[in-house]
């Protein structure tokens, strides 16, 4: 029973191609959000959603999607993809509608390596 | 957000508890102190948090200094699976959490 699951948990791709990673949360929370980290360790927030609406797009490139077909879901689209997108991304949830008020609670992450 | 100063790494032995210091002299009368701790590989887990109070969970405990400069995380009876990398993050409700360096804790038996 998984609160915060993300699809797939390794990603080994080429450069130039399109990729979405997903993740879905069982907690009942309002907010989702999409934080990646380098390969120093720090995380960083990507983007924060509230029940299917985009709250926060912290200057990401727009090769990055999120979309969010329910509350419970939020999915993250990568185009074009370059040596720089190597990363963990990690999916996160909260319970209330504003973004970082409560507790975030975050997925097992996703690794993803262009090559 | 207030910033935290946390030491780099330190050990522990099984079965102690294990004490983690986090200095947080500009702290804000309204920052709450949040940790959380990533073991390898894994995603950041959530710990405890707190604003003026000590609180205690399942997990661990939180003591605050009265002045609430600083704060020490207590692990009461660490165990090898508590290896990890804690955080310590100071900040207000509403503003995103920020990870910095953290302290790399190694449990050895």
């Known amino acids: 029973d998984t609160a915060v699951s993300q699809t797939p948990k390794y990603l080994v791709t080429q450069m130039g191609n399109d990729k979405s990673i997903k993740c879905e949360q069982n907690?009942?929370?309002?907010?989702m959000y999409w934080y990646k980290q380098d390969s120093k360790k720090f995380l960083k927030i990507m983007f924060s959603?509230?029940?299917?609406?985009?709250?926060i797009n912290e200057t990401v490139p727009n090769r990055f999607s999120p979309k969010s077909p329910d509350k419970a879901h939020l999915n993250l689209h990568i185009n074009s993809l370059e040596l720089g997108d190597s990363a963990v991304y990690f999916c996160?949830?909260?319970?209330?509608?504003?973004?970082?008020?409560?507790?975030?609670?975050f997925g097992p992450g996703t690794r993803l390596t262009v090559l | 957000d207030a910033k935290t100063t946390q030491p780099t790494s330190m050990d522990c032995a099984e079965g102690r508890a294990a004490n983690l210091p986090c200095n947080h002299s500009?702290?804000?009368?309204?920052?709450?102190v949040y940790w959380y701790r990533q073991i390898h590989s894994q995603g950041p887990q959530y710990i405890i948090h707190?604003?003026?109070n000590n609180e205690t969970n399942e997990m661990a405990s939180l003591i605050i200094t009265e002045d609430r400069k600083s704060s020490t995380l207590i692990l009461p009876h660490a165990t090898l699976r508590d290896t990890a990398v804690y955080y310590c993050?100071?900040?207000?409700?509403?503003?995103?959490?920020?990870f910095g360096g953290g302290t790399r804790v190694l449990v050895k038996p």
């Open positions: 996160a949830s909260s319970q209330g509608g504003r973004p970082f008020t409560d507790t975030q609670y």
């Open positions: 907690l009942g929370h309002d907010t």
């Open positions: 959603y509230n029940n299917k609406e985009l709250i």
């Open positions: 500009t702290i804000s009368g309204n920052e709450y």
């Open positions: 707190g604003l003026k």
């Open positions: 993050i100071v900040k207000a409700a509403g503003n995103k959490l920020t």
